[in-house]
């Protein structure tokens, strides 16, 4: 999955679409996924990081990760045309 | 440098719940850096506000109501200017743009007075009642439409439509009928206040997006600044919102301004479908109220718009501030009843 490019992000969470005038807030770790792949990070690689630095199993990430993409999709922030191959 | 002192009159000083674009026009030329403007205000009753904001308008006088025609507006105006000198008219409500528009020449010629308005053409042509043949020729899209006069058309729309539509007055106001009921009442109510023909249109959902623009008259758009409403009232006036970066809406207006050769303010209602697809509502002929939002994101249009009155060279601009806001709020004035008396009785202040 991929997220728009032009999506604006903030240090304090702050998302905002300049193309739609949406925003929106994420936690720390909402964030830290969003500009993951916004550096074109894919799942895999987002999953490794997450799990080495928090004290997560691969499960709870994974069912976590996947409500959360699927929010950013409902949400717009994502390029649907661009979904990832992994 | 210098700002070049300037005599401008402004109508739409009202701000009821649909408030007019005469106090954010005239915070935008009190902000222009080009002229150092006297405000005259133009109203229509005794209770519009900017007849008591003082701070921003220097004298008001009342006007005769659209309705009353062109020979009493004139009679007013040349009175107004004998003691004002005015150098610029900017009229800011639909219902008094054909006024407008037809004295336009005479004002110019027999008291030196600018209007920048569209053309009569360019103001019928947008119409409402004739958005759907507008929409063919400049090739850009909009919702099917139908022009009724009466309720007895009502039970053969469906033949059209399908519920839920959209019932529109000629100038204002617009409602959505789930069924045929429905329309009957929005069909009488929307008559009553704005007179025939009542338009019906098919009903688009997506988000709107609202565009504020100026043309220069020869095909050039001088400026425009796409916003999208975050709180609308129930009215369905925006209570605030936000600059967009959305190309298409920019192609969209240039286009539009482009094929007409607009020659004024203007406000694109649009709608964008979740499809990404683009449907023109309506073209008001004049700005929105919201049009500070310009201001603040870089683009004076109404400091623009009295340059090209003047018959001064526009460079168009080139950007605009992303993601600026604006947030509308209300504010009680404290008015003497004296300023109510002299506006009421004299018919100025």
Known sequence: ?86 | MKRKKINVAVTGLNAIDSPGPGVPVIRALKESKLFDVRIIGLSYEALEPGIYMHDIVDKTYQIPLPSAGKASLLERLNYIHSIEKIDVIIPNFDAELYNFITLSDKLKKEMGINVFVPTLEQFEDRHKANLSDYGKKHKIKVPHGKVIFSVAEIPKLTKEFSYPLVVKGKFYDASIAYNAEQAYTYFNKISAKWGLPIIIQEFVTGQEVNVTAIGDGKGNTIGAVPMRKQYITDKGKAWSGISIDDENLLTMTRKLIKSTKWRGGMELEIIKTNKGDYYLLEINPRFPAWVYLAVGCGQNHPGALVQLALGKEVKPFKKYDIGKMFVRYSYDMIVSLKEFETISTLGEL
């Open chain 1, 1 to 86: 999955m991929k997220i728009k490019k032009n999506i604006a992000l903030s240090d304090s969470g702050f998302v905002f679409d300049p193309a739609t005038g949406d925003s929106f807030t994420t936690n720390p770790i909402g964030l830290e996924i969003i500009k993951m792949l916004k550096d074109g990070k894919n799942s895999q690689e987002i999953k490794t990081t997450i799990l080495k630095k928090y004290l997560t199993d691969e499960a709870t990430f994974e069912k976590d990760n996947y409500d959360f993409l699927n929010m950013l999709a409902k949400h717009r922030l994502t390029e649907d045309h661009e979904k990832e191959k992994n």
